[in-house]
């Protein structure tokens, strides 16, 4: 065996976030980075928030994260392979263990010494409702990951899939809370006249947006009901099927449990479980689910990424758009990003006191 790095391990490295938060990297919030599912026996790269990270899973199954360049000489350690629980750089084979120290230096021998500048700086990750957790700030105070009320388990025996859209996340959220663009926006796919949203309910509880609403003929009742739900920022519940009744918590239909999580400024990563609830035939059931999923991903999504990459401007924020009733969803989650933004900038503002002080 090679002689083990045997310092104290460094401190967990302060990512390199800009003073200011903008529209779409809003700092001092936690984003899922990736799917619980994904992760699995080999360590995976990914940017996201402006940073280039790797995702692996040591000895005992727990998520680690670290900048995604060896310290070596750089090179994208997703690019290796677990060794006996350890991450092993596929460039020459030096080894990091789960707190980020460097294990072995091939070239050196098995009796090197190994300096502490090898080590990786980790950073802290958290694993909670099927998501992997990043936190984007710089405060050691850390409010509570968004949680949505009334999400069931069970969603890693889901259908997976991920995408990237250049795309804003401000317009990415308003895209995906917006129920009344249906009938308009996927016109070939949808009934025609249920255009009325009413009733519309919308309040929010611990940071979380929860919405429901009914889709209808305007002389009707019943319709298309759903549930739009948001853990600010980025967290997304949708559960959408047949209905009349708004108070009731049930829905037989679709259902999504997602995030859109920025990976700059300009792009946003998506990623979903889904599933529905209108055949359970086994066998049948993951099917259909792949029949629909493909459907939303062929034939609806492709209208959606149109229409948000035509909008202008490209980021959106509180007061630069004319919202309606409809879109009162919408109007609290720039409400929740305007107070972030607010209070991050407090907090700069009063850093910087303190250095001049």
């Known amino acids: 065996m090679s002689m083990k790095n045997t310092t104290k391990q460094k401190p967990e490295t302060n990512l390199n976030i800009n003073s200011a938060s903008t529209l779409d990297l809003i700092a001092e919030q936690w984003y ?110 850390r409010p509570q990951i968004p949680h949505i009320k009334g999400i069931t388990g069970g969603w890693r025996d889901a259908l997976t899939c991920e995408f990237t859209w250049d795309i804003s996340l401000s317009r990415v959220m308003e895209g995906m809370m917006d129920l ?18 009413d009733p ?48 009731d918590d049930t829905i037989s239909g679709f259902e999504m449990l997602g995030t859109c999580t920025p990976i700059d400024q300009h792009r946003t990563w998506i990623a979903v479980y889904y599933r529905q609830s209108y055949v359970r035939i086994p066998l049948f059931d993951r099917l259909f689910n792949l029949i629909a999923l493909q459907f ?18 490209s980021s959106s924020g509180s007061g630069s758009s004319h919202l309606v009733r409809a879109d009162r969803g919408i109007a609290e989650w720039h409400r929740l990003q305007k107070k972030a933004l607010e209070s991050n900038c407090l907090q700069n503002a009063e850093t910087e006191i303190q250095k001049t002080g």
Request: charged share 25%; proline share 7%; aromatic share 10%.
């Open 296 to 313: 939303d991903l062929k034939l609806i999504q492709p209208d959606d990424y149109r229409l948000l990459k035509s909008s202008s401007p």
């Open 32 to 141: 899922p980075i990736c799917l619980s599912a994904s992760l699995k026996n080999k360590p995976q790269s990914l940017r996201r928030l402006g940073q280039d990270l790797v995702l692996w899973r040591d000895e005992s199954g727990a998520a680690c994260c670290a900048p995604a360049a060896c310290p070596h000489r750089g090179a994208d350690l997703g690019m290796g392979r677990i060794e006996n629980g350890e991450l092993q750089c596929k460039y020459h084979g030096f080894c990091f263990d789960r707190n980020g120290r460097c294990t072995k230096t091939p070239c050196e021998g098995s009796r090197a010494e190994i300096p502490n500048s090898l080590d990786l700086q980790m950073i802290p990750v958290e694993e909670k409702d099927d998501f992997i957790w990043f936190y984007y700030g710089k405060n050691k105070n």
């Open 180 to 197: 009344h663009h249906l009938p308009f926006a996927h016109r070939p796919w949808f009934p025609p006249g249920w255009t009325r949203l």
């Open 200 to 247: 519309y309910k919308v309040r929010v509880e611990d940071g979380v947006i929860y919405t429901r609403g009914i889709l209808r003929k305007e002389e009707e009742k019943g319709g298309i009901k759903a549930f739009m739900n948001v853990g600010f920022p980025s967290l997304l519940h949708i559960a959408m099927g047949n209905g009349a009744d708004i108070d």
